[in-house]
């Protein structure tokens, strides 16, 4: 049992909160990064586990580990041309291996025939293109040699008894220190950073909690050390008050907009293009530009943020088909970003027309229509009338007729009296989703 001081890790205001958030809730949409030795076997970041490799056999991606094409000035302009506004790396993945300089580890970036700080590299280039930065930490560590071996560990036995046995002479107090080391280390020694992301904990039988990572002291220690960082949920501090900025819904659709205590919170989905995180040679299950940018406006619909990842390859590019899908969300966003930032769910008293998703800009006071399913000529938005001052197609800012009910009883549709009909063209705009901006009165 808590006490509502015990409950308090840090003491901010909901108004200090709310402007420490400010800049993420605008901006809506950022890039994730996965990196690390998995690039190479490229077949999901999770091949150490799935496949139960020793660090033995893993050990041959460490030596091969040299991405000569790494360019992460490209990485950040193709990130800033797709309409995302800030980007989370992978600083260190389960596997264990850090992509930054580490005073307490070779498994590190520096110590491959690669030989250079991959972070440091990064955190300057995204910066220079007016990217907010993040890091993504891996709690779990599947090299470590004092991590207890748990039941997401590649050496896990199948037999739980064993774990007691596996586990003699691993000290997780060792590696909760080394943990903490890591942490101040990458909120030391780059700067100001925007996001952090921890990744995760998994409470029950042979799973890890708050206590294994000492979150309390660690969120506590993230504070100091970067007062302003937006840090996500996944250090298993859910009874306290700071169990950090935002949710992090990942590979689904949320229902509606998440609640904690009953109170909307905020909140981000991340999201691949094709179901792994790593770098997947032969992974067949991409998803089409219509999907991606659904997935986006979806988000923002119920007052939420994408995070949309990328895995690398092993040579240290991005592969030509999240290229392509980049490219393709970035035609998207060149004409329709003011239906995004700055955005979020549209009030209640505007009623979802069918086969479509609102956005909402509360400072301009305007709502956005995405046609999912292009409707033909006649567009009812029940309830609208009186609401709407002036219609436009947003990405060419070309009139749209508005008509009532009493105006256009010839339309034979069952229009009630309180409804709004536009005339769209025939012919369905070019590009993905086009979006009716009405400007309310
Ligand atoms: C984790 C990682 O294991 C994965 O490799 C990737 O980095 C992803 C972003 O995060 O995967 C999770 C973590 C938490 C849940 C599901 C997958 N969860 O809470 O349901």
């Given at each position: 049992q808590l006490t509502a001081q015990e409950k308090?890790?840090?003491?901010?205001?909901?108004?200090?909160?709310?402007?420490?958030?400010?800049?993420?809730?605008?901006?809506?949409?950022?890039?994730?990064?996965?990196?690390?030795?998995?690039?190479?076997?490229?077949?999901?970041?999770?091949?150490?586990?799935?496949?139960?490799?020793?660090?033995?056999?893993?050990?041959?991606?460490?030596?091969?580990?040299?991405?000569?094409?790494?360019?992460?000035?490209?990485?950040?302009?193709?990130?800033k041309a797709a309409g995302m506004k800030y980007a989370v790396i992978t600083s260190k993945h389960h596997e264990g291996f850090c992509l930054f300089d580490s005073k307490y580890t070779d498994y590190k970036a520096t110590k491959t025939p690669y030989g250079k700080d991959i972070i440091?590299?990064?955190?300057?280039?995204?910066?220079?293109?007016?990217?907010?930065?993040?890091?993504?930490?891996?709690?779990?560590?599947?090299?470590?040699?004092?991590?207890?071996?748990?039941?997401?560990?590649?050496?896990?036995?199948?037999?739980?008894?064993d774990y007691k046995k596996l586990n003699q002479g691993r000290d997780m107090a060792k590696y909760r220190e080394y943990l903490r080391n890591q942490l101040k280390e990458i909120l030391t020694n780059y700067g100001k950073i925007d996001i952090l992301w921890t990744d995760f904990s998994f409470p029950g039988a042979y799973g890890k909690d708050h206590n294994d990572w000492n979150s309390?002291?660690?969120?506590?220690?993230?504070?100091?050390?970067?007062?302003?960082?937006?840090?996500?949920?996944?250090?298993?501090?859910?009874?306290?008050?700071?169990?950090?900025?935002?949710?992090?819904?990942?590979?689904?659709?949320?229902?509606?907009?998440?609640?904690?205590n009953g109170k909307q919170v905020p909140w981000e989905t991340c999201q691949t293009f094709s179901g792994s995180w790593g770098y997947y040679r032969d992974e067949t299950s991409w998803k089409d530009t219509k999907q991606l940018l659904g997935l986006?406006?979806?988000?923002?619909?119920?007052?939420?943020?994408?995070?949309?990842?990328?895995?690398?390859t092993g040579r240290g590019l991005f592969d030509p088909r999240a290229q392509a899908a980049l490219k393709a969300m970035g035609d998207w966003m060149q004409v329709n970003s003011r239906a995004i930032y700055g955005c979020t769910q549209a009030p209640p008293e505007f009623a979802k027309p069918d086969n479509c998703?609102?956005?909402?800009?509360?400072?301009?006071?305007?709502?956005?229509?995405?046609?999912?399913?292009?409707?033909?000529?006649?567009f009812t938005l029940p309830g609208y009338k009186g609401k709407v001052k002036y219609a436009q197609f947003l990405h060419d800012a070309s009139e749209i007729k508005m008509s009532t009910p009493t105006q256009h009883h010839s339309l034979g549709k069952n229009l009630a009296d309180n409804d709004l009909n536009l005339s769209l063209p025939v012919k369905k705009p070019e590009g993905e989703i086009p979006v009716i901006e009405l400007i309310l009165n």
């Open positions: 308090k890790i840090f003491n901010e205001t909901p108004e200090q909160k709310e402007q420490r958030l400010a800049w993420w809730k605008n901006d809506r949409f950022g890039m994730f990064i996965h990196w690390g030795l998995y690039a190479l076997p490229a077949r999901h970041e999770w091949v150490k586990n799935r496949e139960q490799l020793t660090n033995e056999e893993y050990q041959k991606y460490f030596d091969a580990f040299n991405p000569d094409l790494y360019n992460p000035k490209e990485w950040a302009r193709m990130a440091k590299e990064w955190v300057e280039a995204f910066r220079a293109e007016g990217l907010k930065v993040g890091f993504y930490y891996s709690l779990i560590d599947w090299h470590h040699p004092d991590y207890t071996i748990d039941r997401v560990h590649p050496q896990r036995p199948a037999d739980t008894a309390i002291e660690l969120i506590k220690m993230i504070r100091k050390l970067q007062p302003d960082i937006i840090v996500n949920d996944r250090l298993d501090l859910g009874e306290y008050e700071d169990g950090g900025d935002f949710v992090t819904p990942e590979q689904y659709k949320v229902s509606e907009w998440p609640t904690r986006l406006i979806e988000s923002v619909s119920k007052g939420g943020n994408l995070l949309l990842n990328v895995g690398p998703l609102l956005t909402y800009n509360p400072t301009t006071k305007r709502l956005y229509v995405h046609l999912l399913d292009y409707p033909l000529q006649n």
